[in-house]
């Protein structure tokens, strides 16, 4: 009897992590920040509170990080931000992915003039760069806007990658001879489409998934860091524009820490991402699978 593919899949998962070094440290890092985001506001919240006494004070067993002009404690804002980052992050890839899997798999099934007026579409918005558009995009909304609201402006420049590759899939797997058989059973499209076909999208979904995190994370701390999107909260962007703006921090000293800090964090947390990437690649790699 064969194990689930749910099962086999989180075998090989935490089978390739004990084998590659490199891919327990980024799964142990994207772990680390999620856990961060999760129960860290709690365990360090921020106050937002100014104290003039305290500007600029140095790393100490209180302040690990220091100060920062305010003399607020610059760990408390990277914790207390980290939570708005992986939130919108985390609905990015989850709206990216829906909408160029939805796009991909109805313009690759039906075919004909809808698949041509689609990929018209799509095609429009792969030409445009995307983060300038994102740019003309979040600077005309008039308001501030929501971590779920951030996330659908983000997907608006990052699904038609997506929808083209998975339609190419689609159009490939229609080819197979399974399908062709599944066609001869008279079996329903539902059926083709859920059972036969979308179990061999799932590499692409998975790894597109992780993709759109990391594309998350740049695009909203880079509209913060631009001052595009209006603050409503402490965010790795956020602090990285009032470093840039209001302490001067490339030419005052005493702020280095509070710009390198977010940009320290944003390293790690996109490294870890992209390493369970390339975990993810090799477990949905078939000679990989072959060999459980």
Request: overall charge positive; hydrophobic content about 55%.
């Amino acid at each position: 009897m064969s194990k689930p593919r749910s099962r086999g899949f989180v075998v090989s998962f935490f089978r390739i992590l004990r084998k590659s070094p490199s891919s327990m440290l980024g799964f142990a890092m994207v772990m680390l920040f999620i856990l961060m985001a999760a129960v860290g506001p709690e365990i360090l919240p921020f106050d937002y509170g100014a104290y003039p006494s305290k500007r600029y004070f140095p790393p100490s067993w209180e302040h690990p990080l220091g100060t920062d002009f305010a003399g607020r404690d610059v760990l408390r804002q990277l914790v207390v931000g980290s939570r708005d980052v992986l939130v919108v992050a985390f609905l990015t890839g989850l709206i990216t992915t829906a909408v160029g899997l939805v796009v991909g798999i109805s313009s690759g099934m039906v075919g004909g003039w809808f698949d041509a007026g689609v990929m018209a579409v799509t095609d429009v918005f792969l030409i445009i760069p995307s983060f300038p558009l994102l740019l003309i995009i979040a600077a005309s909304l008039p308001r501030t806007l929501s971590a779920v609201e951030v996330a659908f402006v983000i997907s608006i420049v990052g699904w038609p990658a997506l929808a083209r590759s998975i339609r190419a899939q689609i159009l490939s797997l229609r080819e197979k001879p399974f399908i062709e058989a599944a066609r001869c059973l008279n079996l329903s499209k539902a059926h083709i489409l859920f059972s036969e076909m979308l179990p061999n999208l799932l590499p692409y979904i998975a790894v597109s998934f992780v993709y759109s995190i990391v594309g998350g994370i740049y695009s909203q701390t880079g509209l913060f860091f631009l001052g595009i999107l209006p603050f409503t909260s402490v965010n790795w962007g956020v602090m990285m524009n009032i470093a840039m703006g209001q302490e001067l921090a490339l030419i005052n000293p005493k702020a280095w820490i509070y710009l390198f800090s977010p940009i320290a964090c944003i390293v790690l947390i996109l490294t870890g991402f992209i390493l369970l990437q390339h975990t993810l690649e090799d477990v949905f790699n078939p000679r990989i699978r072959s060999e459980e």
